[in-house]
């Protein structure tokens, strides 16, 4: 089947077209429509009309979202196939983000309605006796959303819904490599009422139709979840002009002697590995305390151990493919300069083309690629610490910052980790994985800029305007 693109309210075929892999068989079950400069301009001209028509009501918004929030949840089965076939991801983790996404459609419906400004005492400014002020928020404009590959659909949802509750017009380009689920998503918004121009999909490469959105000067505001390197390609190239940045992350989860351990060891043994390890937010350090190390580690192998990789579609499965048998390779490489490097292997670290066994390993050295940098696949290290202090400078070292997650029974030790861990978010007596989609969320140093969840990403996405009377 062959997939069009969606411009100015009209599907439109192009010659050139890209190849949908399923993830877990390599086969192509789809094409779709690739986007030349004449699209992107036309997609781009189409959300600047849009946005200039004004025709959509803060209220008109709200039935627009929550007619699609309920729309994904009728057809969240169809919607979560897809997923699995293009992203390789579980079948039942698919179906719940789906689901995720309608709530995310349904809470920007509400946030729609509850756009506000606030008063400002000028009068109490000698000489302003006699004026009144405040302030309204007004929509930014252009809203380019630029996808990733992990989360084909909620990642996508929680870009435009947010973008289209603000009052915003959107361009969006998903990842070429899971680009149905987008494509999906625009015709729910099409049924759901959403105007001709507010909502433009274009397809093709970053270096391409990546590179024509970011110089076009028409577009308002990006919001990008991807790498850090293109991050900063991005934030080079659109100089003062506004954006939400979600990065990367060598996510840690501490664990400390006073811990739940069989509730720890439980979540920790799943954690790392949801997604084939492709989140951002995935366990990639785990810090415990020498105290348990030992009884940790082989619970947390014990039950590794039973995860089960294969097909995605199959109800068994825990661990589907990684997006491609490239980046799987590249996973086995850094796995293997660590044990070449005096890392050991505690379980897990075999390829099978695009499937990666689970894989835990100790002994790690802190500039090894594993421990240092984002390895978005199946792998977590155990790193032991003696004093908590300790255990915060280890969390610390990196040049990442987005979440991070602690289990203790001691209240002073959470609180001291919420104080001192140099991160967007601490969670506390969960991983570093757990994400409410109605909370703030985004990290700090190169994990990004900005927050998303839709009330925090409105607030990005609409501008402040004074307004002021001189009675």
């Known amino acids: 089947m062959n997939y069009p693109i969606y411009i100015n309210g009209e599907w439109v075929s192009t010659q050139d077209t890209i190849s949908v892999v399923d993830k877990y068989s390599g086969e192509v079950f789809a094409t779709v429509c690739s986007s030349s400069p004449l699209e992107v301009d036309s997609a781009v001209t189409a959300a600047v009309k849009a946005f200039k028509s004004r025709t959509l009501s803060p209220y008109q918004r709200y039935q627009i979202l929550a007619k699609a929030s309920s729309l994904i949840m009728e057809r969240s089965d169809d919607l979560a196939l897809t997923i699995s076939r293009e992203a390789g991801k579980v079948y039942r983790d698919a179906k719940t983000e789906v689901m995720r996404a309608a709530q995310v459609f349904l809470i920007a419906a509400e946030e729609a309605k509850r756009i506000s400004g606030e008063m400002i005492p000028v009068e109490a400014a000698p000489g302003s006796e006699n004026r009144l002020a405040y302030t309204i928020r007004v929509p930014i404009g252009v809203v380019c959303a630029i996808s990733p590959f992990n989360f084909p659909f909620n990642l996508v949802t929680h870009k435009i819904a947010p973008a289209l509750a603000a009052g915003n017009t959107v361009v969006l380009k998903p990842a070429s490599a899971t680009p149905i689920s987008a494509i999906n998503l625009c015709r729910i918004l099409e049924e759901a009422g959403l105007p001709p121009g507010y909502l433009n999909l274009v397809i093709g490469s970053g270096n391409e139709v990546g590179d024509l959105l970011l110089n076009d000067e028409r577009i308002n505001f990006y919001t990008f979840t991807g790498s850090p390197k293109v991050g900063k390609k991005i934030m080079s190239t659109i100089g003062l002009r506004k954006s939400t940045m979600e990065l990367g ?81 590249r996973a086995e490489a850094w796995v293997t300069a660590a044990l070449k490097g005096g890392a050991s292997l505690i379980c897990g670290g075999k390829r099978n083309g695009a499937l990666f066994e689970p894989t835990i390993l100790t002994n790690v050295k802190s500039d090894m690629k594993v421990v240092c940098e984002e390895i978005f696949a199946p792998v977590v290290s155990l790193i032991p610490y003696k004093e908590f202090d300790e255990a915060i400078e280890i969390a610390n070292n990196s040049h990442y910052g987005l979440q991070a997650g602690i289990f203790t029974s001691s209240i002073d030790i959470a609180t001291e980790a919420t104080r001192k861990l140099e991160v967007g978010g601490v969670i506390i007596n969960d991983t570093s994985l757990y994400r409410a989609d109605q909370a703030p969320y985004g990290g700090i140093k190169e994990s990004g800029i900005g927050r998303e969840g839709p009330k925090y990403a409105i607030q990005e996405m609409t501008e402040s305007k004074l307004v002021v009377y001189n009675l």
């Not at 043994?269 to 995935?282: D, H, K, L």
């Open 249 to 329: 992350s060598n996510s840690v989860t501490i664990v400390h002697k006073d811990a739940d351990l069989a509730k720890a060891a439980t979540l920790c043994s799943r954690m790392p590995f949801v997604n084939a390890g492709q989140v951002c937010i995935s366990i990639q350090r785990l810090l415990i305390h020498q105290d348990i190390y030992e009884q940790f580690a082989d619970k947390l192998a014990e039950e590794t151990r039973k995860l089960i990789l294969g097909n995605p579609l199959d109800p068994q499965t825990d661990i589907g493919p990684m997006i491609s048998e490239a980046e799987a390779i």
